[in-house]
């Protein structure tokens, strides 16, 4: 099994600067449908989903290769290298914008810069961090994805899914949300909600632009701040969107914001 | 029956029903704060309405619920502008939860900007909890498949291990089988080595150089011969002459023997239960069993320790290990204080060939050898042993219902026959026949030989010898049957029967007098007076060989 198909990867384009842009906890790459299709004039965009979401290959999920961040962070990695990119601007939301920080850690060399979107290296409160979540509160979210998921299984699903006459379907939000094995996501919400890579925030010596949205309810504003002074080369932009997904309730003014910070 | 007609519900304003449906329900503006929400919600929330409105709709959602909504519902209510039934958790004024199914829909302007989003709620804590008991449920399948998994794997790798067993047992039965054929060959040649030998030794006017020659080759004729038997004893192939034998008596006779096998360091012990039977088996290929375990047991023991012969009844149930039929069996158990088996030893200490001794010390074969005996004999040898702590092999013999007679010790000097007898000697192969014709001769007896039991039958229409002396295994008509129609032809008529092996229907009884080939002069000569004593010969009916009705 090739790394393209594992994670579904997706290359348009007509640019020759690469832009990867990786989804968060509970999308998949159709999320940045609104966004990406801006970059293809003067980008190589490149679009993927995390193993376990969307179309990815599902028979490559391994619990124990993904019961931590490094498991994504090797497969974006892995992507980047089978298609030979070089100053990867890397645009990550939430849990990717982890991954990317952790990426660009690892393998300096490979990234031109990376762009956090609405992302918190630590969810959970710890002394005077403020993550915004008890480890009670992720169990809460663990209850309500598994009755949420519960009649939306892979095995009572894929009819809708797997139609290739309609193809719209699998286009369309809710069809990743249908597509969303219940067991991954209650394991990825794990990786995502309970991790703590704050130490790890100092490593990313790659040039960073930290976007911060007004009344996240995830991502609580002191997150952003605490990213930014961590981050040795970074920009922060709070927008004047609100809520978690800017990329798709503001995309343009997610795509300035991206714009001008390459410009600079 | 009629009664009056039922009153109408009172008319509801719609504020009425807004209020009271039985459905919460909520408004929200574009920036998430509250508009506007029914009575029954804020009831369910314990909140008053005025309460809630100005509030962030986040802070009527659990911690859990705000990522869900955040990850998962604004994306799709974005796209779509709709949203249905999806679960979240509220969170009422005094912090307890409130399970909820939400559905949402978007408000947007004539212009199509959003104005906020409009909210059904629905209580879903029973079905919460039904969810939760199945989540379990689920949880707890899952765990129990694999539990089921891991015994079936279990089960799998148990069935292959018994199958290598199988394997290896059916190896043996091969080897077996080949050994028995091949034994059986060597000991057509024997016959004729033995017999010249024999005859040489005696008639012979040799020197004392070329009588010492001929010394050593019967020696090592009959170490071969030895050997012979003991293949054949593990193939299950010997010829046994089974006979009631008293234990007890033959352990008393052979415990100076057992004494010199295992050394003086070793203290021999017999007991004897009350009511032991005879057993019925060959007295000497019994001993030589013996023999062989109490060698086993001094290298076991390192030629130290104690050596006790258990000899008592053994009552064998349904489902005894030694699956034998059920019914009292004599028992005889050879219990060292050595060094055991561990459970891998034990498993094979049965194989033949297979020896825990080095090289040039052990041919593998004792233990082998004693246990085909016994299962030929009807029985079965079992062994019990533990490191550390010692071996027991128990040899399992059918009883006897005979009484046991002492045994004969045949006078040695002059064996030739008191009466010449003339004898028909029946034997494929023509060197086999011509030594045990020179035997018979050599005894005082008239011979006339022929080579198959056609031929003999031919001979028996007109005359009738004093007796037949015929080889078993014969292609086309075997002696068993040859004797047959021999006796039906002349009723009383004495048969002898040689044979290599013989483990065929029709002569596992003892019917027929036998002698196991090779043999010596003197066995030949005991063996004719065995056929020629009335006794021995209870008729061989032709029904039993497969020839029809029997004569009276």
Known sequence: MGVLRRNNVKVSGDGTRPIVFAHGFGCDYNAWNAMAPGFERDHRVVLFDHVGAGGSDLSAYDSGKYSIFDGYVNDALEVMTALDLRDVVFVGHSAAATIGMLAAGMAPGLFAAVVMVSPSPCFIDDGDYRGGFSREDIEGLIEVLDSNFLGWSRATAPAIMGTPDRPELGERLTGSFCRTDPDIAREFARVVFLSDHRADVPRCRTRSLVLQTQADMIAPVEVGHYLHLHLPDSELVVMEATGHCPHMSAPEETTRAIRSFLAR | ?552
């Open chain 2, 1 to 552: 029956m009629t009664g009056a007609p039922l009153p109408d519900p009172p008319r509801e304003t719609i504020e009425e029903l807004y209020d009271h449906a039985p459905v919460g329900y909520i408004t929200v503006r574009a920036d998430g704060t509250v508009a506007r929400v029914n009575r029954t919600l804020a009831e369910w929330l314990r909140f008053a309405p005025e309460g809630l409105v100005g509030q962030p709709l986040r802070s009527v959602l659990t911690p859990g619920a705000r990522i869900f909504f955040e990850t998962h519902c604004a994306p799709i209510l974005q796209v779509e502008g709709v949203l249905r039934q999806t679960a979240l958790d509220l969170r009422r004024a005094d912090g307890t939860r409130l399970p909820a199914l939400v559905d949402w829909k978007r408000l947007d302007d004539a212009d199509g900007r959003l104005l906020g989003h409009r909210l059904m709620v629905v209580d879903s804590s029973d079905r919460r909890a039904y969810e939760r008991e199945l989540l379990a449920e689920r949880e707890r399948a899952r765990l129990a498949a694999a539990e089921l998994a891991r015994l079936n794997a279990e089960l799998e790798a148990r069935v292959e291990a018994r199958t290598a067993e199988l394997v290896q047992l059916q190896k043996i039965e091969t080897l077996g089988q080949l050994t028995g054929g091949v034994a059986h060959d060597f000991n057509n040649l024997l016959t004729p080595i033995m017999a010249c030998l024999d005859i040489l030794s005696r008639k012979a006017k040799l020197d004392d150089r070329n009588a010492r020659l001929v010394e050593v080759a019967a020696e090592a004729a009959e170490r071969a011969r030895l050997l012979v038997s003991r293949l054949l004893a593990f193939a299950r192939r010997q010829r046994l002459e089974a006979r009631p034998v008293d234990l007890p008596a033959l352990m008393a006779e052979m415990r100076d023997l057992v004494a010199r096998s295992v050394g003086p360091m070793v203290q021999i012990r017999i007991e004897v239960e009350p009511d032991l039977p005879p057993a019925r088996v060959d007295r000497n290929q019994l001993e030589l069993a013996v023999l062989n375990l109490c060698v086993n047991a001094r290298d076991a023991m390192g030629g130290e320790g104690r050596l006790t012969f258990g000899l008592f009844p053994a009552l064998i149930g349904e489902g005894h290990r030694a699956q034998l039929l059920p019914g009292t069996y004599a028992a005889l158990a050879v219990t060292d204080t050595g060094a055991g088996m561990d459970e891998a030893t034990l498993r094979h200490a049965t194989e033949p060939f297979f020896t825990t001794k080095g090289p040039g010390r052990g041919t593998g074969l004792g233990l082998s050898m004693a246990k085909g005996l016994a299962q030929q004999s009807g029985g079965e040898l079992m062994v019990d042993s533990l490191p550390g702590q010692g071996t027991t092999v128990t040899i399992l013999l059918p009883r006897a219902e005979e009484v046991p007679r002492p045994a004969e010790i045949s006078a040695p000097g002059d064996i030739r026959a008191r009466q010449t007898l003339s004898v028909l000697l029946v034997d494929d192969e023509p060197l086999v026949r011509a030594s045990v014709a020179r035997m018979l001769v050599e005894l005082g007896h008239e011979v006339h030989e022929v080579a198959s039991g056609p031929e003999a039958l031919e001979l028996l229409r007109d005359r009738v010898p004093d007796l037949i002396v015929t080889d078993h295994a014969m292609p086309g008509m075997t002696g068993t049957v040859l004797a047959a129609l021999a006796q039906e032809r002349w009723p009383g008529l004495p048969v002898l029967l040689l044979s290599g092996y013989a483990a065929l229907a029709g002569m596992d009884g003892g019917a027929l007098p036998c002698l196991a080939k090779p043999c010596s002069l003197a066995q030949l000569a005991e063996a004719l007076d065995r056929a020629l004593a009335p006794a021995a010969f209870p008729a061989v009916s032709a029904e039993r060989v497969g020839l029809g009705a029997a004569k009276n």
